[in-house]
């Protein structure tokens, strides 16, 4: 059982360049976001979804697209990076059958642009 | 806006020592998170804590949650290296999990 699974783990990309990062997950969790960790500021929320085609903004939304095709997957895309997105992504998912349960992180993508 | 507020930031402690975190909250909650990162990994999960009056134990850590005081302390008992990782408290928005506001996080370090 593999969890969460975040692809790739380190990337660097110029600035104005785009790309996809990745993520997948095999709980069968209606319930998947992406978070950004920057040094002194914890984790802000960038966008979530609650099911499959069903996708909203967080706090930190802009310069970032997602979608949720399916409900394994929910890739967030830098659509021209900045310097501003370098950061640690974190994808987080969790269920609401059974209870309140924790989010449940993936290993998180190291993003450096210059 | 809610607000999550952890102090201190950075602690370093000795070995066998007992100390507590505290993570405080703008806006009324009745749930909150506390989450341990090892550097260079991932967020790994420690308490839920679901009403007033809660009290989690696991090892040599507690944490307990006072929605009255909008607070919650995580308390570390007779410190021992392997504890040495940042804390983080986190409290849902609204009525679901769907966006979680983290605190800063607090830096431990226990020195032998």
């Known amino acids: 059982n593999a969890g969460v699974t975040q692809t790739p783990k380190f990337q660097v990309l110029k600035t104005g360049q785009s790309m996809t990062l990745q993520c997948a997950q095999d709980m069968n969790h209606e319930y998947m976001s992406w978070y950004r960790q920057d040094p002194g500021m914890g984790l802000r929320l960038i966008h979530y979804?609650?099911?499959?085609?069903?996708?909203d903004q967080g706090e930190v939304p802009n310069g970032y697209n997602v979608s949720r095709s399916t409900t394994e997957d929910f890739p967030l895309r830098l659509l021209s990076a900045a310097p501003s997105q370098t950061s640690v992504y974190f994808c987080?998912?969790?269920?609401?059958?059974?209870?309140?349960?924790?989010?449940?992180f993936g290993n998180g993508t190291r993003l450096t642009v210059t | 806006e809610l607000k999550v507020e952890q102090n201190p930031l950075f602690l370093s402690m000795q070995e066998g020592k007992n100390y507590t975190i505290y993570c405080n909250y703008s806006t009324t909650s009745d749930r909150l998170y506390w989450y341990r990162q090892d550097p260079g990994k991932s967020l790994e999960s420690l308490f839920v804590?679901?009403?007033?009056?809660a009290v989690k134990q696991e090892g040599r850590l507690m944490a307990s949650l006072d929605t009255k005081a909008r607070l919650s302390t995580l308390h570390i008992t007779a410190a021992v290296h392997d504890l040495s990782a940042t804390y983080f408290c986190?409290?849902?928005?609204?009525?679901?999990?769907?966006?979680?506001?983290f605190g800063t996080g607090t830096r431990l370090t226990i020195i032998p």
């Open positions: 979804s609650v099911g499959a085609g069903i996708t």
């Open positions: 986190a409290v849902p928005k609204g009525f679901g999990n769907e966006k979680l506001t």
């Open positions: 987080a998912t969790f269920t609401r059958q059974g209870g309140t349960s924790p989010l449940h």
């Open positions: 804590l679901l009403s007033n009056g």
